[in-house]
């Protein structure tokens, strides 16, 4: 019979299965989830054969989804190869894209697995079943009972903002920026996003000058329409309202207004487009100071267009500026004057950059830092309100992110972390960047992770482009789901029994104090770790 040349396993949603090896993680039988929560885990399976047409079978009360999790390279490991928590120090096959597990099948001799999403609104313990079938034989099963605790998560307190990138967009689909359908991509994925905890979306008022090459530019994306005339600077703001209403749809309730200045410096002026008695073409650019007297003009115009028109549908305070992103101290004073055209003609309107130096922040020239996660602690230590952080591809051995080449729980750890220190929002660069080093061309993302070596496997995007503008969402974003969720359950326990001994619940059996660069490398001691909250929430409630 053909079950019995397979063997199956239950796993955490924090293993990851390699197809060359047995799983190193151990069996689950459980797991805890509060009341509309996203819970998760695993069933991996082998054979010696190799069977098309197998069939996944889900049997239980609670809303269940069933993945297939795919496989794509990961040939740029991390830039430090002697990390010990590294699952790969060479190109390998990861588990990372989570397709539909519509029709399923079995190549001799590798592990394969699904992935399980579970929710549900009513309190109890529910057993979820897992059947593989080749016609009319189940192959392989596996069950685990999720405990649903009788609590509701609040509400995510946390702004999030993962780099939304609409040229990509444009890009792979080949369709025109703001044709309708590019408008319904853009939905799509604008959902996806805030179903996974992004709750900030980078807005491009005009094109980000992000990752693009000195001279070179990327796609037009800019939402407001621009006319130049004689009499001075004319704006249409319609596109820009349909982008909050869209955004907003899709519950969608900060917005970061793009950099008005280049990166890495405020050296330069983004790509501006304007209709003009010459035609439709861009009036600023790479060959435009950032202190160009006409720049202010035009920005002075603009934030006479802008100021109102956000005011009007009561998003002022949620709208934050960008400078240029991750100056050095080197040129503060270029980043001071282009700061200062701002504060000026922005006047209530935050102001927060991508910055890791605390000298640089304390010459007072933003209103809110974004340090690195490795680079977090003089901000801390010098009791910096309302912090941010953010990681990309420069890390240090111990810090969270989310590498196709971590584990599991070097990303969902964020969470804990997040909360002990009172973090109040997170940025990370690549929600979907398709493009290579610069933004100089297209890679094709189910083979290319690394923007062709320009950064670790998994470091530009947390979605692939599936068919019909619709995102294919990755293992790793699951994973840091669950990492804010983490930390909104320990803000209900918070509330519920005091910080003091919330954070004595959440580091219970951590051989030293939880940091930004002690991330826990136990799977097991964090799913534990939220099985014990759970508990006290459910105790004190």
């Known amino acids: 019979m053909i079950k019995e040349s397979f063997e199956s396993v239950v796993l955490s949603s924090l293993a990851r299965v390699f197809p060359e090896e047995r799983p190193k993680h151990s069996p689950i039988e459980g797991i805890s989830i509060l009341k509309g929560e996203f819970g998760a885990f695993q069933f991996a399976f082998s054979t010696s054969m190799h069977i098309h047409g197998l069939k996944v079978r889900l049997t239980s009360e609670l809303d269940a989804k069933v993945f297939w999790e795919d496989l794509v390279p990961g040939k740029f490991p991390s830039y430090d190869l002697g990390d010990p928590d590294l699952l790969r120090r060479v190109p390998a ?45 189940v192959v392989a099963c596996g069950s685990v009972t999720v405990k649903v605790a009788d609590a509701v998560l609040p509400p995510q307190s946390l702004i999030h903002t993962n780099w939304f990138h609409t040229d990509c967009l444009s890009t792979y689909y080949n369709v025109e920026v703001f044709s309708e359908e590019y408008w319904r991509i853009t939905e799509e994925y604008m959902r996806c996003a805030r179903d996974h905890g992004v709750n900030m979306i980078l807005t491009p008022t005009f094109t980000p000058a992000l990752d693009t090459e000195v001279g070179h530019e990327r796609p037009t994306v800019q939402l407001v329409d621009v006319e130049k005339t004689a009499e001075g600077y004319r704006f249409n703001l319609d596109k820009l309202g349909r982008w909050f209403d869209t955004a907003q749809r899709v519950g969608i309730e900060y917005f970061e207004i793009a950099h008005f200045f280049t990166q890495w410096g ?252 002690t991330t826990p490398t136990d799977d097991v001691w964090l799913t534990d770790m939220r099985a014990r909250v759970n508990k006290a929430i459910t105790e004190n409630s």
């Not at 096959?93 to 929710?119: F, M, N």
């Not at 200062?340 to 922005?346: N, Q």
């Not at 692939?464 to 789901?481: A, I």
Request: proline letters at 7%; a negative charge.
């Open 93 to 137: 096959l990861y588990p990372d894209i989570l397709r539909p597990a519509e029709s399923i099948y079995a190549l001799p001799g590798q592990w394969k697995t699904l992935w399980i999403e579970v929710c549900s609104d009513k309190a109890g313990e529910y057993p979820v079943t897992v059947e593989i079938s080749y016609g009319d034989e």
């Open 266 to 517: 405020a050296a330069h002026t983004p790509k501006v487009m304007a209709h003009t008695p010459d035609g439709y073409r861009r009036i600023f650019g790479w060959e435009t100071d950032a202190l160009d007297p006409e720049y202010k003009s035009f920005l002075a115009a603009f934030a006479r267009a802008f100021i109102p028109f956000v005011e009007e549908r009561g998003l002022k305070e949620r709208c934050y500026l960008h400078v240029s992103d991750e100056p050095s101290l080197k040129i503060f004073d270029d980043y001071a004057a282009a700061s200062a055209i701002i504060r000026e003609l922005f006047p209530g309107f935050v102001i927060m950059d991508a910055i890791s130096d605390y000298e640089f922040y304390s010459k007072g020239t933003m209103d809110l830092p974004i340090p690195s996660s490795s680079s977090i602690d003089p901000f801390i230590e010098n009791g910096v309100e309302g912090l941010w952080t953010y990681y990309c591809c420069g890390v240090k051995r111990g810090v969270s992110n989310r590498f196709l080449s971590y584990p599991s729980v070097r990303n969902r750890a964020l969470g804990i972390q997040l909360y002990k220190f009172n973090i109040k929002g997170f940025l990370q660069w690549g929600h979907n960047f398709w493009y290579g080093v610069k933004s100089l061309y297209r890679i094709d993302p189910f083979a290319d992770t690394d923007g062709n070596g320009s950064w670790p496997s998994g470091d530009p995007f947390m979605v692939y482009p599936g068919e019909d503008g619709r995102p294919l969402v990755s293992l790793r974003f699951k994973v840091f789901r669950e990492a804010l969720q983490d930390m909104r359950a320990l803000e209900l326990l918070e509330s519920l029994v005091g910080r003091e001994k919330t954070l004595s619940i959440l580091e219970e059996g951590l051989e030293t104090p939880l940091a930004f660069d």
